[in-house]
């Protein structure tokens, strides 16, 4: 310690501010993201700021959303994804086979396609305003309007409040 500002002393021994702050943030990030170890959720925070320093720069979205749906999932709610490519469904939480369904800022709508054909019995949302705040609701597929097409319809505002609500 350089100077008795720089910290407090606590039993016996000076401990930094920086200290303190850091301990506080990761609590504040383990609460936020409760199914997730801290190094996934600053690689993710990590990348969210990557997309965002692009669009500052470039005036231009870093092409990503998929993945960042996906991996705000695993660390949010706890999904457990497939393998790259796997077909069929995106991962499981729990027993439910998930697909996840990723609504960019640059999206003119609030809906989703996702494929009948899909193994999974949830749909997780996950929707990313242009300030790069995230957002999900979990649509299970029952409550998904029937239809013959390849590709269902789901509405964002058509499903209730938003995960974890």
């Known amino acids: 310690m350089n100077d008795s500002s720089d910290g407090i002393w606590d039993d016996g021994e000076w401990i930094s501010w920086n200290y303190i702050n850091e ?20 690689a993710f925070e990590d990348l969210v700021g990557v997309a965002v320093t692009y669009k500052e720069l470039t005036g231009r ?17 706890g999904l457990k994804r497939h393998r790259a490519h796997a077909p069929g469904s995106d991962g499981k939480l729990g027993n439910d086979f998930v697909e996840v369904k990723t609504i960019s800022p640059e999206k003119g709508g609030s809906c989703v396609l996702v494929k009948r054909a899909g193994n999974f019995n949830k749909l997780l949302v996950v ?20 239809g013959t097409g390849k590709h269902a319809r789901v509405n964002w505002g058509a499903h209730g409040e938003p995960a974890g609500a």
């Open 127 to 146: 929707r990313i305003s242009q300030d790069f705040e995230f957002e999900a609701r979990v649509v299970d597929r029952k409550s998904m309007r029937k």
């Open 23 to 42: 301990h506080l943030e990761e609590q504040e990030l383990r609460a936020e993201y409760p199914s997730a170890s801290i190094d996934l959720i600053r």
């Open 61 to 77: 979205y870093l092409q990503i959303w998929g993945e960042l749906g996906e991996f705000y999932a695993e660390i949010k709610y």
